[in-house]
């Protein structure tokens, strides 16, 4: 399936397995359950670096050819359910992922230039759900918190090297995110048989996110040559320099918490039975998400007050917050037939995501 190809002089050993099991079932009879699985995947690969000139391909020989690029994934999952009665039900869970790998190099970037990847992923959720003595509301809250943390560091720390057939090192990593969540959430469903059969369904949805990154850009020069020579001096060189910290890498640090909430309606309405229509609303909020109040330290440098094309474009602390994501949707399911074999479907809808992290930091 991965046989050598015409570029490649030779390809590295590597292997690929998967590996699992799943546990579940009473630790006290009809009142406490236990489930836990656990899966690792092992899926190294390798990638082909090939210099884009002869000349670089003969002043360096060992840049070219097959690398390993090793990729391998642990995920754990647990849940503990605990079943106080025929219509209280509690449980709590909470999964653990680490991704280790090497990558971002290939083409005429070198190994060198290839970054190692460290992902970390953190979850846990209680919750409790409740089911009227009617049997018409369920209702289903929760308690989450979400934690990852995603480190990417260059293989072979130093400056880059640029020539016109091959790439070393590379200048843009370190790279450091770490995010934290943690939200409040309730749903409700509510059958109604009035005028027709309608299910409603509404929410509330609470949240604190806090994030920081890390990415001290540069901070070891990049080195432009005009030629494949190994022995030539650079034509052109750049260097990341701190604007409060020259002598060290604390500006490239950056820390935003936010706040977001969400509250939403939404009913199916079976007005017949071969006719359903659905009508919902959702208004989602975000506080401090684009690290609103942050100045940039030359805000008021008066070189740059004097460009008026610039001033869109500098961070002055007034970043307003996101309010207006009123989210409306419709929705219908026609069975032209009343034989439950042919549907016809449509619908219309605006969905708005979060701001994600680094938003707020650039």
Request: hydrophobic share 35%; glycine share 8%.
């Amino acid at each position: 399936m991965l046989a050598k190809n015409a570029f490649q002089a030779a390809v590295p050993n590597f292997g690929r397995d998967q590996l699992g099991f799943h546990l579940a079932g009473p630790i006290t009879k009809d009142k406490l359950f236990l489930a836990t699985s656990y899966e690792r995947t092992n899926t190294n690969f390798f990638l082909d670096v090939n210099p884009t000139t002869a000349a670089a391909n003969t002043a360096f020989p060992s840049a070219r050819g097959s690398f390993e690029a090793p990729n391998t994934n642990h995920t754990l999952f647990s849940r503990l359910t605990y079943v106080q009665s025929p219509r209280v039900t509690y449980d709590c869970m909470g999964s653990t992922r680490f991704l280790r790998g090497e990558g971002h190099f290939g083409g005429r970037a070198s190994q060198d230039a290839g970054i190692s990847q460290k992902y970390e992923i953190y979850t846990a959720q209680l919750r409790r759900r409740f089911i009227s003595t009617s049997g018409n509301l369920v209702n289903e809250a929760s308690l989450q918190l979400v934690n990852w943390n995603h480190n990417e560091a260059p293989l072979k720390p130093g400056p880059q090297f640029n020539y016109p057939g091959v790439q070393f090192g590379t200048s843009a990593f370190p790279l450091i995110l770490k995010e934290t969540h943690f939200r409040f959430v309730n749903r409700a469903t509510y059958n109604l048989e009035k005028a027709g059969s309608h299910i409603i369904k509404a929410g509330v949805e609470l949240s604190t996110v806090g994030a920081q990154q890390n990415q001290p850009n540069n901070t070891n020069g990049t080195f432009t040559f005009a030629s494949d020579d190994p022995n030539a001096l650079p034509v052109s060189a750049s260097i990341a320099v701190g604007f409060t910290d020259p002598n060290g890498t604390s500006d490239a640090i950056a820390d935003a918490r936010g706040y977001t909430t969400g509250i939403y309606i939404n009913d199916e309405w079976r007005i017949k039975p071969n006719f359903t229509l659905s009508l919902g609303l959702r208004h989602d909020a975000e506080f401090n998400t684009m690290n609103n109040r942050y100045t940039v330290p030359w805000a008021n440098d008066p070189t740059l007050k004097a460009i008026p094309a610039l001033q869109n474009f500098l961070n002055t602390g007034n970043r307003k917050n996101q309010l207006g994501n009123f989210s409306p949707r419709v929705s219908f399911s026609w069975d032209p037939f009343k034989d439950n074999r042919t549907f016809v479907r449509g619908g219309f809808g605006i969905i708005y995501d979060r701001v994600t992290s680094f938003m707020g930091f650039q």
